[in-house]
C-alpha cells in the first residue's frame, strides 16, 4: 500500500517551475507510487502564487490545477484547525493532511511547518527525506 501525502503548497508551485526533488516527489504521485491528497484552499493558494509569482494567466492557472487534479485526491477541510498562529496558511496543510489521514507532510517550510517534526502522528519532511523514504520502501 503507498504512503499518503499532502504536498504543501511550496512543493506543488517548486515541482512546476523547475525539474528537481518537488518535481521528483509529484512524479511519485503521477505514476501512483504514492497517494497524494490536496484541498481547494491549497489548490487556490497554488493558483495565486502562479499568477503572482510567474505570471500565470486565468486560463493556464485552470489548465495546471486540472492537470494537478487528474492525479492529486481532492478533500474538502473543515478549515477549523488553529494550531500555527504565526502563519494560518500551514494549518490548511496540517487539516488536510489530518482529515486524509496522510503518512507524510512534504514542505520547503523551514519557518513553521519542518522544524514541527510531527503532527498528530503525520511525519513533515523535505522532498530530499520523502524521496528517500520511499526508495527505503521498495
Not at 28 to 55: F, I, S, W, Y
Not at 100 to 121: E, H, K, M, N, T
Amino acid at each position: 500500500m503507498p504512503f499518503t501525502v499532502v504536498f504543501d503548497t511550496n512543493i506543488l508551485f517548486s515541482a512546476l517551475d523547475w525539474q528537481g526533488n518537488p518535481y521528483r516527489c509529484l512524479e511519485l504521485a503521477r505514476r501512483g507510487d504514492v497517494t497524494a491528497v490536496t484541498c481547494p484552499e491549497l489548490m487556490a493558494e497554488l493558483g495565486e502564487k502562479l499568477q503572482t509569482k510567474l505570471n500565470f494567466s486565468d486560463e493556464m492557472v485552470t489548465e495546471t490545477i486540472a492537470d494537478l487534479l487528474g492525479f492529486l485526491h481532492l478533500t474538502p477541510i473543515p478549515g477549523q484547525l488553529q494550531f500555527i498562529t504565526a502563519d494560518p496558511d500551514d494549518d490548511v496543510v496540517l487539516e488536510c493532511a489530518l482529515v486524509s489521514q496522510a503518512d507524510y507532510i512534504v514542505s520547503g517550510d523551514r519557518r513553521y511547518l519542518l522544524p514541527i517534526g510531527s503532527f498528530q502522528g503525520i511525519k513533515i519532511v523535505t522532498a530530499v527525506d520523502f524521496l528517500a523514504i520511499v526508495a527505503a520502501a521498495e
